[in-house]
T-cell receptor, first 118, second 111 residues
Framework: DAGVTQSPTHLIKTRGQQVTLRCSPK?????VSWYQQALGQGPQFIFQ???????QRGNFPDRFSGHQFPNYSSELNVNALLLGDSALYLC?????????????????FGPGTRLTVL | TQLLEQSPQFLSIQEGENLTVYCNSS?????LQWYRQEPGEGPVLLVT?????EVKKLKRLTFQFGDARKDSSLHITAAQPGDTGLYLC???????????FGTGTLLAVQP
């Protein structure tokens, strides 16, 4: 049973460029959340996708956008990269069905993509 | 805005010592999760606590959820070098299905 996978592992970009990060959720999960983690800090929620729509969004500018595909995989896109976008980007999957069934939400994280903006 | 404060921020101890990490908020959470993260990797879920006052044990780790579901603690007995890592608490507001992470506690256990 594969866990959450993310690609690429590492990425180096320059200011102003655009980047796309990818995530495949854990088998049986239908909800994908994206987080940004700066060095030495806790992850910050970017947004969440369920049924191919953005359902929740954190305090991130419109330069951050995403997409979820019918197979539940997801992409995170960041446009006009800034130096401050350098971080570890984490994808977490969960099951919305479990939440609606009254079972508490548990999210499982992938290994992350380390983005460096020069 | 829901915030979670962790203390201490950094902790360096010798193998065999005991320690406690605290996670505090003014907000109520429907559940609270503890994760451990190693360098270059994603957070790994250790435990989820749901009921106020709940205590869960995972080998040498003891997790407690506050009675009012606003705070939590993690106690490690006889710490080992393998316990080294960043410990994160994360609260689940419930309806939003998003996690609010704490500021993190970086633990280093020296052999």
């Amino acid at each position: 049973d594969a866990g959450v996978t993310q690609s690429p592992t590492h990425l180096i970009k320059t200011r102003g460029q655009q980047v796309t990060l990818r995530c495949s959720p854990k088998s049986g999960h239908d909800t994908v959340s994206w987080y940004q983690q700066a060095l030495g800090q806790g992850p910050q929620f970017i947004f969440q996708y369920y049924e191919e729509e953005e359902r929740q969004r954190g305090n991130f500018p419109d330069r951050f956008s995403g997409h979820q595909f019918p197979n539940y995989s997801s992409e995170l896109n960041v446009n006009a990269l800034l130096l401050g976008d350098s971080a570890l980007y984490l994808c977490a999957s969960s099951s919305k069905g479990l939440l609606f069934g009254g079972i508490y939400n548990e999210q499982f994280f992938g290994p992350g993509t380390r983005l460096t903006v020069l | 805005t829901q915030l979670l404060e962790q203390s201490p921020q950094f902790l360096s101890i010798q193998e065999g010592e005991n320690l406690t990490v605290y996670c505090n908020s003014s907000s109520v959470f429907s559940s609270l999760q503890w994760y451990r993260q190693e360098p270059g990797e994603g957070p790994v879920l250790l435990v989820t606590v749901v009921t106020g006052g709940e205590v869960k044990k995972l080998k040498r780790l003891t997790f407690q959820f506050g009675d009012a579901r606003k705070d939590s603690s993690l106690h490690i007995t006889a710490a080992q070098p393998g316990d080294t890592g960043l410990y994160l608490c994360a609260g689940d507001g419930g309806a939003t299905n998003k996690l609010i992470f704490g500021t993190g506690t970086l633990l280093a256990v020296q052999p």
